[in-house]
Structures are given as C-alpha cells and as structure tokens.
Nanobody
Framework: QVQLVESGGGLVQAGGSLRLSCAAS????????MGWFRQAPGLEREFIAAISRSGGSTLYADSVKGRFTISRDNAKNTVFLQMDSLKPEDTAGYHCAASTGVVLTSRDYAYAYWGQGTQATVSS
C-alpha cells in the first residue's frame, strides 16, 4: 500500500504559478499510474492530469491543457504538478492519486490510493 502526501499549495494572484508535489511512501510509485484531481466546495471532483508509470505518456483535462504540466521522479518517489497562468477558477483542493492499472485514465474510481490534498487559492 502506498501513502501519498501533497504539498506546495498556497495563495497566488491570477496569472501566477504554483508547483505542487506529491511524496509517496510505503511503495515505489514506479508501480503506479499517477494522477492529479481537484475539488472545489460544492462541486464534483475533477480530473486534472495523469502520467504513465515511466513518465513517457501524459493525459490532461481540456481545462488545464497548455497551462499545467504533470511530471514524476521515480527515484525520489515524487510526482509534481506545475501550474502556470493560474485563474481564479483553478481555486480548489488538489489531490494526487495512484492507480494500479496500466492505462492512463481520468476516471477517479480507477485510483485506489489518495492523498489528503493541498489547497490552491487564486485571487483575481
């Protein structure tokens, strides 16, 4: 079983950037497809990005494509989400998740392990 802990959230002005990290323990993340999701109060959880086990393939939601970049460092057991050109509508709690599957997916039910999340707030 893998444990996930996110960090890097904070308050930033519109147009700014944040870099989120997801540190894993318990098992090496090289065994997992990794994803990022977000959830704002009163809204459903939203898929943001996913990355394959090797890091060679990525998948993005249309809402963040071209602004966000997912990456991973398997040697450091960490996944990252670089968020640029942030908008107020990006304000949410951001969670990383691990899937034992081999296919990149935006379906949250495919991810068995979840972190507690880190809050990102974008002011206008």
């Amino acid at each position: 079983q893998v444990q996930l802990v996110e960090s890097g959230g904070g308050l930033v002005q519109a147009g700014g950037s944040l870099r989120l990290s997801c540190a894993a323990s318990g098992r090496t993340i090289s065994s997992y497809v990794m994803g990022w999701f977000r959830q704002a109060p009163g809204l459903e959880r939203e898929f943001i990005a996913a990355i394959s086990r090797s890091g060679g393939s990525t998948l993005y939601a249309d809402s963040v494509k071209g602004r966000f970049t997912i990456s991973r460092d398997n040697a450091k057991n960490t996944v990252f989400l670089q968020m640029d050109s942030l908008k107020p509508e990006d304000t949410a709690g951001y969670h990383c998740a691990a899937s034992t599957g081999v296919v990149l997916t935006s379906r949250d039910y495919a991810y068995a392990y979840w972190g507690q999340g880190t809050q990102a707030t974008v002011s206008s």
